[in-house]
């Protein structure tokens, strides 16, 4: 357990958008693109660069944080069509440790954010 | 869209393969979407950021994947930036282990590079100092020398007489400030040894010109460059610091300086140098007519002029040609076809050299080249061990890029550890360059720290290590790990082969070229020693003696100094013979006269009369071992006689066209008197063994009065003894005199050609280590092909092949080689040797003799490196051979 620890506080902090991907997967199993989308509306414009984010997504999967689980391609409506030929969907689903992880981290902003100085500092504004 | 979709995905090449393939779709999706969200410029802003995006993470991404192949221990660490730098340290510490393991090899290769990039880089050193700085003066593009040029003669470069000086300073308007100089020599006295130190007796201008300052005090004012206000001096920063400790009080005083006081003045910086010899002090020339010095008729002025701001060099020639013409009209007796010369101050500076220096830095190109060959050959023929490591990393997913990579750092680290042994040799290298540099472009050590000397060093580390790892490992590389792994460490031979059967035929080419320059400079060399000089210099001690005018007034006084000096030393019983002249063959400094030839017309293609005047004592010209051809020879009785010249047979043929010239009379154009041509001398290489003849005379002493003579004394006693007893003589008659430039006359002459003999020497030891370097390259491979081939060798052995045609196939690889070469670099040398015509005497670039023995000399070394080889070949047991 101890160890278990460890490994969790070793990722701490999280860059944003890791935390994103990972909260964005709380909800259930996902693919690369409406993940994506996801965090965009969420954080609005176009934030989001694909080589960052997939080398993200590949370096969580990576270390374990999230796994990968395979779909079909037929999923997917919304795209133009020579794209959609041939191609397996990637799904990806937090791992429990990932979900740790996404805890760990949630706490530590929660635990940020409920400092009476942080409170000043909101009250201020 | 289209376009953009495909420009991207060909910018998805910057990602890794398996991330390609993974995400790329994905990838390319999403580009689009925010690509069609965005309208105008901002669709440009979407681009960049991609670009961006796709630089930083997409290459990153190809990083990722080699951090998580090297963490075994499972430690991640999110660590962003230097990863890079990570695998670079892992090359190197790759590279250090590879290079451990074969110490023979990466020995012989450091120190193969260590002596190509040190004599590379003591070369550029040189080159750096003398051509391509600028000159250490304010704006030293401005800056020319004017010289006296007659085009009739084909001269162009002679001295200025000092009337012409103050006319061309009178009249030009083109520059700024305008000055003249020249060497001369003065006795510093009073304060401890009396001694002889170079000065440049210069007008208040020069300093001007190159607007230097003086560290201390001043240098000279306008009008101390005449009678009455020139008793000044300024000295040279190293002469102060020598002689006077380096203290500042000594502005103000006075030395002595010729036995006559002068007053300090300044003292100059410590890098000031001037092209004016090696000038310890610096007094004012006061440029009045004097009897000896005819103003117009005697040559000896170096003119130095700074253009005015935004004059250019042909407007100045104009003017000066201009006012050349005007001087003509005005002067035709002594001036016409005289004229002037205008050149950038910069590279007359260094002629003397450039020729010398492009040379060498050809032949060290050259060595480079060689070295490289040699190099790349011996990797190649160690990396054949390493097939199978290679293969097996290749195997285990090492990537191409990643083990040339790999290879490359592995040459680089030998190349680099090459050019750091190369700075030792460099030092060493640019010391000895430095012997043969003009004073004011002498490198010092220093210069190899200098930001573009360590830049070329550094450049041709990282140059050599590149090109020698890259034939070695691309071959590595670019082999089939599956063959590779297979044939369990032997290499595909065939394309080995060819390749290495290429370098050296490269490397035979460019040995015979530097064999080529070197043979041809050994040869012009000796052609230069066989040339008659007319002297003897055997056994002969040298020396200078300047009286000062304080004490030694009067031109009868001069003459009988000498006189007696001459006398006393002859009494020496050591001493077989003893003479006196004003000009000693093979030294620089000699004025030229104008003289009048009795019956003598001078058609309108002839030069000017003149001739170079020597004050001799009637033994000088048998005490140098002078040949009389026709009259007699200086006697005692000439010496208080009417007045009487030996003239040399140029001076005959040239102004006696028919018949002879004894009986004949000449004067020089400032004297009345005719003097009588009594005896015409063989023709003395005066000049140097180099230089053609001009006309000279022989003059006696009393009738000629000169205030520095050389004493020249044959004595069959060593000279370090006789120095001494000389020395004795001279503080005997006056004990404040010192003796200058105390030599044998063989050191003279040997000074003389020391260029030549320097040039020569280098281009040999380059071309012997080309030659060793070469031999060793050609031993190498056939040794290695030999070995490679003994079973089929052994086949064929049993086959009945004799051992003396095997051992012939052998020899006749290697001279087929060796014959390719040569003949390739015999014709380059064909093209390539004509840039050496400055440098050659008496022999054309294309000589047979050199080119027929250096093709001979190289053939043998070949075959004899061939020979070992070969002869392994013949004994191979087909036994043995067959079991391998």
Same mark, same amino acid.
């Given at each position: 357990?101890?160890?278990?620890?460890?490994?969790?506080? +070793?990722?701490?902090?999280?860059?944003?958008?890791?935390l994103?991907?990972?909260?964005?997967?709380?909800?259930?199993k996902r693919?690369?693109?409406s993940?994506?989308?996801?965090?965009?509306q969420?954080?609005?414009?176009?934030?989001?660069?694909p080589?960052?984010?997939?080398?993200?997504?590949?370096a969580?999967?990576?270390?374990?944080?999230?796994?990968?689980?395979?779909?079909?391609?037929?999923?997917? +409506?919304?795209?133009?069509?020579?794209?959609?030929?041939?191609?397996?969907?990637?799904?990806?689903?937090?791992?429990?440790?990932?979900?740790?992880?996404?805890?760990?981290?949630?706490? +530590?902003?929660e635990?940020?954010?409920?400092?009476?100085?942080?409170r000043?500092?909101?009250?201020a504004? | 869209?289209?376009?953009?979709?495909?420009?991207y995905?060909?910018?998805?090449?910057?990602?890794?393969?398996?991330?390609?393939?993974?995400?790329?779709?994905e990838?390319?999706?999403?580009?689009? @979407?925010?690509l069609?969200?965005?309208?105008?410029?901002?669709?440009?802003?979407?681009?960049?950021?991609?670009?961006?995006?796709?630089?930083?993470?997409?290459?990153?991404?190809?990083?990722?994947?080699?951090?998580r192949?090297?963490?075994?221990?499972?430690?991640?660490?999110?660590r962003?930036?230097g990863?890079?730098?990570? %695998?670079?340290?892992?090359?190197?510490?790759h590279?250090?282990?590879?290079?451990?393991?074969?110490?023979?090899?990466?020995?012989?290769?450091?120190?193969?590079?260590?002596?190509?990039?040190?004599?590379?880089?003591?070369?550029?050193?040189?080159?750096?100092?003398?051509?391509l700085?600028?000159?250490?003066?304010i704006?030293?593009?401005a800056?020319?020398?004017?010289y006296?040029?007659?085009?009739a003669?084909?001269?162009? %470069?002679?001295?200025?007489?000092?009337?012409?000086?103050?006319?061309?300073?009178?009249?030009?308007t083109s520059?700024?400030?305008?000055?003249?100089?020249l060497?001369?020599?003065?006795?510093?006295?009073g304060s401890?040894?009396?001694?002889?130190?170079?000065?440049?007796?210069?007008?208040?201008?020069?300093?001007?010109?190159?607007g230097?300052?003086?560290l201390?005090?001043r %240098?000279?004012a306008?009008?101390?460059?005449t009678?009455?206000r020139?008793?000044?001096?300024?000295?040279?920063?190293?002469l102060?610091?020598?002689?006077?400790?380096g203290?500042p009080?000594?502005?103000?005083?006075?030395i002595?300086?010729?036995?006559?006081?002068n007053?300090?003045?300044?003292?100059?910086p410590?890098?000031?140098?001037?092209?004016?010899?090696e000038?310890?002090l610096f007094v004012?020339?006061v440029?009045?007519?004097?009897?000896e010095?005819?103003?117009?008729?005697?040559?000896?002025?170096?003119?130095? =002029?700074?253009?005015?701001?935004?004059?250019?060099?042909?407007q100045?020639r104009?003017?000066?040609?201009r006012?050349?013409?005007?001087l003509?009209?005005?002067?035709?007796?002594?001036?016409?076809?005289?004229?002037?010369?205008?050149v950038?101050?910069?590279?007359?500076?260094?002629k003397g050299?450039r020729?010398?220096?492009?040379?060498l830095s050809?032949?060290?190109?050259f060595?480079?080249?060689?070295?490289?060959i040699?190099?790349?050959?011996?990797?190649?023929?160690?990396?054949a061990?390493?097939?199978?490591?290679?293969?097996?990393?290749?195997?285990?997913?090492?990537g191409r890029?990643?083990?040339?990579?790999?290879m490359?750092?592995?040459?680089s680290?030998?190349a680099?550890?090459?050019?750091?042994?190369?700075?030792l040799?460099?030092?060493?290298g640019?010391q000895?360059?430095?012997?043969?540099?003009?004073p004011?472009?002498?490198?010092?050590?220093?210069?190899?720290?200098?930001?573009?000397?360590?830049?070329?060093?550094?450049?041709?580390?990282?140059?050599s290590?590149?090109?020698?790892?890259?034939?070695p490992?691309w071959h590595?590389?670019?082999?089939?790990p599956?063959?590779?792994?297979?044939?369990?460490g032997r290499?595909?031979?065939?394309?080995?082969?060819?390749?290495?059967?290429?370098?050296?035929?490269a490397?035979?080419?460019?040995?015979?070229?530097?064999?080529?320059?070197?043979?041809?400079?050994?040869?012009?060399?000796?052609?230069?020693?066989m040339?008659?000089?007319?002297?003897?210099?055997?056994?002969r001690?040298?020396?200078n003696?300047?009286?000062?005018?304080?004490r030694? @007034?009067?031109?009868?006084?001069?003459a009988?100094?000498f006189?007696?000096?001459?006398?006393?030393?002859?009494?020496?019983?050591?001493?077989?013979?003893?003479g006196?002249?004003?000009?000693?063959?093979?030294t620089?400094?000699?004025?030229r006269?104008?003289?009048?030839?009795?019956?003598?017309?001078?058609?309108?293609?002839?030069?000017p009369?003149? @001739?170079?005047?020597?004050?001799?004592?009637p033994?000088?010209?048998?005490?140098?071992?002078?040949?009389?051809?026709?009259g007699?020879?200086?006697s005692?009785?000439?010496?208080?006689g009417?007045?009487?010249?030996v003239?040399?047979?140029?001076?005959?043929?040239?102004?006696?066209?028919?018949?002879?010239?004894?009986?004949?009379?000449?004067?020089?154009?400032?004297?009345?008197?005719?003097?009588?041509?009594?005896?015409?001398? =063989?023709d003395?290489?005066?000049?140097?063994?180099?230089?053609?003849?001009?006309?000279?005379?022989?003059i006696?002493?009393?009738?000629?009065?000169?205030?520095?003579?050389?004493?020249?004394?044959?004595?069959?006693?060593?000279?370090?003894?006789?120095?001494?007893?000389?020395?004795?003589?001279?503080?005997?008659l006056d004990?404040?005199?010192?003796?200058?430039?105390?030599?044998?006359?063989?050191?003279?002459?040997?000074?003389?050609?020391?260029?030549?003999?320097?040039?020569?020497?280098?281009?040999a030891?380059?071309?012997v280590?080309?030659?060793?370097?070469?031999?060793?390259?050609?031993y190498?491979v056939?040794?290695?092909?030999v070995?490679?081939r003994?079973?089929?060798?052994?086949?064929?052995?049993?086959?009945g =092949?004799?051992p003396?045609?095997?051992?012939?196939?052998?020899?006749?690889?290697?001279?087929?080689?060796?014959?390719?070469?040569?003949?390739i670099?015999?014709?380059?040398?064909f093209t390539l040797?004509?840039?050496m015509r400055?440098?050659?005497?008496?022999?054309?670039?294309?000589?047979?003799?050199?080119l027929g023995?250096?093709?001979?000399?190289?053939?043998?070394?070949?075959?004899l490196?061939?020979?070992?080889?070969?002869?392994r070949?013949?004994r191979v047991?087909?036994?043995?051979?067959l079991?391998?």
């Amino acid at each position: 357990m101890t160890q278990d620890r460890d490994r969790v506080d +070793r990722f701490l902090p999280l860059k944003p958008l890791v935390l994103d991907v990972l909260l964005a997967l709380a909800g259930g199993k996902r693919h690369g693109w409406s993940l994506i989308r996801e965090i965009q509306q969420r954080d609005g414009g176009d934030r989001i660069l694909p080589a960052n984010f997939y080398r993200s997504l590949r370096a969580l999967r990576d270390e374990g944080l999230i796994d990968e689980v395979r779909g079909e391609a037929t999923d997917d +409506r919304g795209e133009p069509l020579e794209l959609a030929r041939d191609r397996r969907r990637q799904y990806f689903e937090l791992s429990p440790l990932g979900a740790k992880v996404a805890r760990a981290e949630v706490k +530590r902003l929660e635990a940020l954010v409920v400092d009476p100085r942080a409170r000043k500092l909101l009250k201020a504004r | 869209m289209r376009i953009s979709r495909s420009l991207y995905r060909s910018l998805l090449r910057l990602c890794p393969p398996d991330f390609r393939a993974e995400f790329g779709a994905e990838m390319e999706d999403a580009f689009a @979407a925010s690509l069609a969200g965005a309208r105008g410029v901002h669709k440009i802003a979407v681009w960049l950021r991609a670009l961006g995006d796709l630089v930083r993470h997409g290459t990153g991404a190809r990083h990722d994947a080699w951090r998580r192949f090297r963490n075994t221990s499972g430690h991640v660490e999110y660590r962003s930036g230097g990863w890079w730098m990570d %695998t670079f340290r892992h090359d190197l510490r790759h590279a250090a282990r590879a290079i451990a393991r074969q110490p023979v090899t990466s020995m012989i290769v450091i120190f193969t590079l260590a002596l190509a990039i040190g004599a590379n880089t003591a070369v550029f050193s040189a080159v750096h100092t003398a051509l391509l700085r600028q000159l250490p003066y304010i704006e030293p593009d401005a800056l020319v020398q004017i010289y006296e040029k007659r085009p009739a003669e084909g001269v162009f %470069t002679n001295s200025v007489s000092p009337a012409d000086y103050q006319d061309w300073a009178q009249l030009s308007t083109s520059f700024s400030v305008i000055a003249a100089a020249l060497e001369s020599a003065v006795d510093l006295t009073g304060s401890g040894e009396p001694e002889r130190l170079n000065a440049a007796s210069v007008t208040a201008s020069f300093f001007d010109v190159f607007g230097v300052r003086a560290l201390h005090g001043r %240098t000279f004012a306008a009008g101390e460059d005449t009678t009455g206000r020139n008793r000044v001096v300024v000295l040279e920063h190293g002469l102060w610091q020598q002689r006077f400790g380096g203290d500042p009080s000594i502005v103000g005083s006075t030395i002595q300086l010729n036995d006559i006081p002068n007053q300090v003045i300044g003292v100059l910086p410590p890098d000031a140098r001037f092209p004016i010899g090696e000038a310890r002090l610096f007094v004012p020339v006061v440029l009045q007519p004097t009897p000896e010095r005819p103003p117009r008729a005697s040559h000896y002025l170096t003119v130095v =002029a700074r253009l005015k701001p935004g004059v250019a060099i042909e407007q100045a020639r104009a003017e000066m040609d201009r006012i050349g013409r005007d001087l003509e009209a005005q002067y035709p007796d002594l001036s016409r076809g005289h004229g002037s010369h205008v050149v950038p101050l910069a590279p007359e500076m260094v002629k003397g050299v450039r020729s010398m220096l492009l040379v060498l830095s050809a032949a060290v190109a050259f060595i480079m080249l060689i070295a490289w060959i040699n190099v790349t050959n011996l990797l190649l023929a160690s990396t054949a061990g390493r097939n199978r490591e290679m293969a097996v990393r290749a195997a285990i997913g090492a990537g191409r890029t990643r083990l040339l990579r790999q290879m490359l750092v592995e040459t680089s680290l030998l190349a680099t550890i090459g050019g750091v042994a190369g700075m030792l040799v460099a030092y060493w290298g640019v010391q000895l360059l430095a012997t043969q540099m003009p004073p004011t472009h002498r490198p010092h050590a220093s210069v190899l720290m200098s930001m573009p000397v360590l830049l070329f060093t550094a450049g041709a580390c990282v140059l050599s290590g590149l090109l020698a790892g890259i034939l070695p490992a691309w071959h590595l590389v670019g082999s089939d790990p599956a063959t590779a792994l297979k044939e369990g460490g032997r290499s595909p031979v065939a394309l080995r082969r060819r390749l290495r059967f290429g370098l050296i035929v490269a490397e035979i080419a460019c040995t015979t070229l530097l064999l080529v320059g070197a043979g041809l400079t050994l040869r012009s060399f000796r052609q230069v020693l066989m040339e008659p000089a007319g002297i003897e210099t055997a056994e002969r001690l040298t020396f200078n003696i300047r009286l000062p005018r304080a004490r030694y @007034a009067t031109p009868e006084s001069f003459a009988q100094f000498f006189g007696e000096l001459a006398r006393r030393i002859a009494d020496e019983p050591a001493v077989r013979r003893v003479g006196a002249t004003s000009s000693l063959p093979l030294t620089p400094g000699d004025p030229r006269y104008g003289i009048v030839v009795d019956g003598y017309e001078r058609g309108p293609e002839d030069g000017p009369t003149r @001739a170079h005047p020597r004050a001799v004592t009637p033994g000088y010209l048998s005490a140098v071992g002078m040949r009389i051809v026709e009259g007699r020879a200086l006697s005692d009785a000439d010496r208080h006689g009417p007045k009487v010249v030996v003239i040399n047979e140029t001076m005959a043929r040239r102004y006696w066209r028919s018949g002879s010239a004894l009986g004949g009379r000449v004067r020089m154009s400032a004297e009345q008197d005719w003097r009588e041509v009594v005896g015409v001398s =063989a023709d003395v290489k005066h000049w140097g063994l180099d230089a053609p003849v001009a006309a000279e005379m022989y003059i006696p002493l009393e009738q000629f009065p000169q205030q520095a003579m050389w004493m020249v004394v044959e004595s069959a006693a060593t000279p370090a003894s006789l120095v001494p007893v000389l020395t004795q003589h001279v503080r005997q008659l006056d004990p404040n005199l010192p003796l200058s430039n105390v030599r044998t006359f063989d050191d003279v002459a040997a000074r003389s050609v020391g260029q030549r003999r320097f040039t020569m020497m280098l281009l040999a030891s380059f071309a012997v280590l080309a030659l060793v370097l070469a031999a060793a390259g050609i031993y190498g491979v056939m040794a290695h092909l030999v070995s490679l081939r003994t079973p089929e060798i052994g086949v064929r052995l049993t086959l009945g =092949a004799r051992p003396g045609a095997v051992m012939r196939q052998v020899l006749g690889e290697g001279a087929l080689q060796a014959g390719i070469g040569l003949i390739i670099g015999l014709a380059a040398s064909f093209t390539l040797m004509r840039g050496m015509r400055a440098i050659l005497f008496g022999i054309e670039p294309t000589d047979p003799v050199t080119l027929g023995s250096v093709g001979v000399s190289l053939m043998l070394v070949a075959l004899l490196a061939v020979l070992v080889p070969a002869v392994r070949a013949m004994r191979v047991d087909p036994i043995t051979a067959l079991r391998q």
